[in-house]
């Protein structure tokens, strides 16, 4: 069987494992979710991420998440912004910010997916995938 939203799964995978403090999330394998993972290593939000071969035909994605010393999940909130209903899209020009700035949108360009501010420095706009802080 299908899954409709493969990216609201991975979110809700980590807003659940994160919140029940597990040191690391399993999903099914996707291009879009491990470079949607690496952006949100690359903004501090997630700790690394692994391609686990599950058999000779299927891959498993390891996110692993990131604590502070108190261990309390870095990530306080994750949410789906453009969803297969409902489709978002932004220029460069006229990209939301999140919390004031202390988060971050994830979106999918032409230039591959990227953060809010690399895409606007970039000078790209495209669909809003997800919004982190």
């Given at each position: 069987?299908?899954?409709?939203?493969?990216?609201?799964?991975?979110?809700?995978?980590?807003?659940?494992?994160?919140?029940?403090?597990?040191?690391?999330?399993?999903?099914?394998?996707?291009?879009?979710?491990?470079?949607?993972?690496?952006?949100?290593?690359?903004?501090?939000?997630?700790?690394?991420?692994?391609?686990?071969?599950?058999?000779?035909?299927?891959?498993?994605?390891?996110?692993?998440?990131?604590?502070?010393?108190?261990?309390?999940?870095?990530?306080?909130?994750?949410?789906?912004v453009s969803?297969?209903?409902?489709?978002?899209?932004?220029?460069?020009?006229?990209?939301?910010?999140?919390?004031?700035?202390?988060?971050?949108?994830?979106?999918?360009?032409?230039?591959?997916?990227?953060?809010?501010?690399?895409?606007?420095?970039?000078?790209?706009?495209?669909?809003?995938?997800?919004?982190?802080?």
């Amino acid at each position: 069987m299908s899954m409709t939203d493969p990216i609201a799964d991975l979110l809700t995978r980590i807003r659940n494992g994160s919140g029940a403090r597990k040191e690391y999330i399993e999903c099914p394998y996707s291009r879009v979710k491990e470079q949607l993972a690496k952006v949100m290593v690359a903004e501090g939000f997630l700790k690394d991420i692994n391609v686990v071969d599950v058999d000779s035909s299927k891959k498993s994605l390891r996110v692993w998440i990131r604590y502070d010393r108190r261990h309390q999940p870095v990530i306080q909130g994750i949410r789906r912004v453009s969803r297969p209903s409902h489709r978002v899209y932004v220029g460069a020009k006229s990209m939301p910010s999140v919390r004031g700035g202390l988060g971050v949108n994830i979106l999918s360009t032409p230039a591959g997916i990227l953060p809010d501010r690399e895409a606007a420095r970039k000078n790209v706009g495209g669909e809003l995938l997800c919004s982190v802080w």
